[in-house]
Nanobody, 113 residues
Framework: VQLQACGGGLVQTGGSLRLSCAAS????????VGWYRQAPGNQRELVAI???????IYVNSVKGRFTISRDNAKNTVYLEMNNLKPEDTATYYC????????WGQGTQVTVSS
């Protein structure tokens, strides 16, 4: 299983980024998939989930700012991030939900104040 996240970068507060996560060796279509993030010194935390049958869940800190979506034909999950804040700075990963232990290298998001 390979999960390749990309799209991170350095943005100013209030900026936007769109992350992508392409999977191989696993099929996202029939599984819930989540975006997670880990800041230095912190534990990895769940940010958003897209359910296999549709529907999404967000942690309170990103509600109204982040949008998770999926393209099952491309076996890819996205995370649209708007109105970014410095506290969103972290390495972002996608994985199954609940995770099966596959993480990939993640993509770094840095929000400057």
């Amino acid at each position: 299983v390979q999960l390749q996240a990309c799209g991170g970068g350095l943005v100013q507060t209030g900026g936007s980024l769109r992350l992508s996560c392409a999977a191989s060796g696993t099929i996202f279509r029939d599984k819930a998939v989540g975006w997670y993030r880990q800041a230095p010194g912190n534990q990895r935390e769940l940010v958003a989930i897209t359910k296999s049958a549709g529907g999404t869940i967000y942690v309170n800190s990103v509600k109204g700012r982040f949008t998770i979506s999926r393209d099952n034909a491309k076996n890819t999950v996205y995370l649209e991030m708007n109105n970014l804040k410095p506290e969103d700075t972290a390495t972002y990963y996608c994985s199954h939900y609940p995770s099966m232990g596959y993480w990939g290298q993640g993509t770094q998001v840095t929000v400057s104040s």
